[in-house]
């Protein structure tokens, strides 16, 4: 064990009496609440154009109420996903104990089939809803890239997502009573949870400057597509300095899952969507030209 570690003492609980709670959790909490408002500014100023029905309203941004729904829609397909992708990273635990698949008290989640389960059951919300997927794709591209960046930098708090163990002069290891989440964790580790934190924040920092170099007009949910597979990408990088153990060659499963995260993302940007003629008009509409709809007269415009 190096004797450059940091080592970090202190307490991870917020004591109040007899009750205490992580303070992970509430730091975890106000970040969640922080992406979830961030979405919704960001939703306010994108105009609805481009989707179903409801969408088509010169003027008009993205419906918060559509909003919540599309939110709620994020946690069955985070959970279904998670679940599967703590299976896979522990498939011979598993194949051993099939029983324990379906049993939340063993086990947990896995992050990276977490956001593509949520993104996928967000979008069929949003589907059910005919509001437009896509521009709310687009709307989710930072506030996601926020949420997991934040949320990795969390861990630190709990103790939680401590790599394999390191002499490098940055590695941390936790010398205080806890409890912490990570197994042995007064060894000296790679903080795996900060590279994966700080490799999305410049993720953050990539995507949010396309976006405001308009490098995505259409706001057609490739902005999206390129948070995940550039996070994916970093998530597959931080990987090599995680506790498991290689699967296939030198990668382990959390490596495996997050290229094919990457080449999922591929796929979906190199799919381009028709423009329909209405989405075009609407689309100038929205950036202050002319709809391409010549109404006779005011009076016979139609009323929403």
Known sequence: MTAFAISLDFDP???????????????????????????????????AVGGGPRSFVRGSSLRLDDFLFIVLGIVPGAVIGGRLDHVLSHLAFYSANPDAILDPSRGGLGLGLAVVGGVLTAAIVARLLEAPAGRWAHVAALPTLFAIAGGKLVQVIGGSGQGAASEASWATRYVGPGPWDSLAPDVAAHPSQVYEGLLTAVVLVVVGGLIAGRAFKRRDGKALAIAIGLWAAGRAVAATTWRDEPVLAVFNAGQLIAVAIVAGCAVVLLIRRPERSSDASAERAADGGTSGIAWPDPAERPRF
Do not use: N
Not at 21 to 43: N, P, S
């Open 13 to 47: 609980l917020l004591r109040m009496g007899d009750t205490s709670v992580r303070i992970a959790t509430l730091v975890l909490a106000v970040v969640i609440l922080e992406a979830i408002l961030l979405a919704a500014r960001i939703a306010a100023s994108t105009p």
